[in-house]
Nanobody, 116 residues
Framework: VQLVESGGGLVQAGNSLRLSCAAS????????MGWYRQAPGKEREVVAG????????NYADSVKGRFTISRDNAKNTAYLQMNSLKPEDTAVYYC??????????WGQGTQVTVSS
């Protein structure tokens, strides 16, 4: 499974960005997917997760009400809609996919920078 993120960039606080994560390879094996982020000097943290059918989602408290995770299985793509961005959302955002056999795959990351 290969994952490629896109959509990051530099935005002002209060604005929005939409991240995409395109999966390829053994996509039939992908179960849950998620977004993580890592800010400079900090550990990687989970941002949001979504079940295989998209019916179930969960979010970190810090992004609830502002971020929305979704997926389009026909396109093998997951999304993270980020609204009302704050400077503390600045980080490298990573997509992750969990396969049926329990292995987690990671994308290369996309930088999100929010200026105040």
């Amino acid at each position: 499974v290969q994952l490629v993120e896109s959509g990051g960039g530099l935005v002002q606080a209060g604005n929005s960005l939409r991240l995409s994560c395109a999966a390829s390879g053994s996509t039939f094996s992908i179960n849950a997917m998620g977004w993580y982020r890592q800010a400079p000097g900090k550990e990687r943290e989970v941002v949001a997760g979504i079940t295989s059918d998209g019916a179930g989602t969960n979010y970190a408290d810090s992004v609830k009400g502002r971020f929305t995770i979704s997926r389009d299985n026909a396109k093998n793509t997951a999304y993270l809609q980020m609204n009302s961005l704050k400077p503390e959302d600045t980080a490298v955002y990573y997509c992750a996919a969990l396969t049926d056999w329990g292995r987690k795959y990671w994308g290369q990351g996309t930088q999100v920078t929010v200026s105040s």
